[in-house]
């Protein structure tokens, strides 16, 4: 099991950039496939990027292809999403859990979603 929070959301304007931070805090390590996933207000949640435990293969909704960058330091426990040429439609809140595989990316692996980290992009 993993605990995790997620942080780094703010206000920034159109075409800024924001790194969003993801830690688990629980005792044993983060191993899992991880992603993270977007909700904005009065949409369904939907998948944003996906990296492998060892970093070496990462997946992408379109939208964030050429982007967004996501990026784990298992020392840490943390997983990134540096988010760059950010646009209004990016406001969302952003949460980070841990999928199904390698192949089944989008999958969220738990019926559990933190509080995630609000991210509010101005035109």
């Known amino acids: 099991q993993v605990e995790l929070t997620e942080s780094g959301g703010g206000l920034v304007q159109a075409g800024g950039s924001l790194r969003l931070s993801c830690t688990n805090t629980?005792?044993?390590?983060?191993?899992?496939?991880m992603a993270w996933f977007r909700q904005a207000p009065g949409k369904e949640r939907e998948f944003v990027a996906a990296?492998?435990?060892?970093?070496?293969?990462?997946f992408y909704e379109d939208f964030a292809k050429g982007r967004f960058t996501i990026s784990r330091d298992n020392a840490k426990g943390t997983v990134y999403l540096q988010m760059n040429s950010l646009k209004a439609e990016d406001t969302a809140v952003y949460h980070c859990?841990?999928?199904?595989?390698?192949?089944?990316?989008?999958?969220?692996?738990?019926?559990?979603w933190g509080q995630g980290t609000q991210v509010t992009v101005s035109s």
């Open positions: 629980a005792r044993h390590p983060n191993t899992y496939v």
């Open positions: 859990a841990p999928v199904v595989s390698s192949t089944v990316y989008r999958k969220p692996l738990f019926d559990y």
């Open positions: 990296i492998t435990w060892s970093g070496g293969q990462t």
